[in-house]
């Protein structure tokens, strides 16, 4: 008897499941306060230009731009290049991710997207700098023209960046 009551119970909780459904309309998102008169913002996607990369895989990873903590993070992948710039300006940071790129065989360049008027390129070649071993700082470098545009103005200088201290995987 106690078998028959539950069956009982569960189709009548299942009926009145599949009648609360129907009921109701589909969920919606509503927008609240006053972020809801500005749209949302869109990112574009990365336009990538394919090339081919003579570069090895755990090239991939961040390079030291400054001296202040900010980094360029760059990842090759199916000989695509894809990353972003954090840019430290005391304690606050500031990252742009790469919105076009190339890469073709050690050379490589990146713009990154347009944030308050402020924009980077890079122009250069990715080489084996003078460390013995991946977990040392400086073991790849990125090397060429650094550009910051800002306010409808650019400068360019020459950069060196090193590499951080790549960490060994292991297979847990």
Known sequence: MN???VVTTLLLCASSIGMAQTDQTAPTLKQRGASA???AEIVAPTNYEKGYSTLP???SGEYELDDNGSVVQIT???NRL???VTKM???SALT?????TTIQGDRLSFTTQTVHGLSYSFTGILTRGDEGSAAKPGYFRLAGDWTAYHDGGHETKPVRMKSTPRLPHTDD
């Open 76 to 78: 090759i992948e199916d």
């Open 37 to 39: 008169a500005k749209p």
């Open 3 to 5: 078998a028959v009551r």
């Open 82 to 84: 894809s990353g972003y």
């Open 89 to 91: 300006d005391g304690g």
């Open 96 to 100: 742009l991710l790469f919105q076009r």
């Open 57 to 59: 895989e755990n090239a």
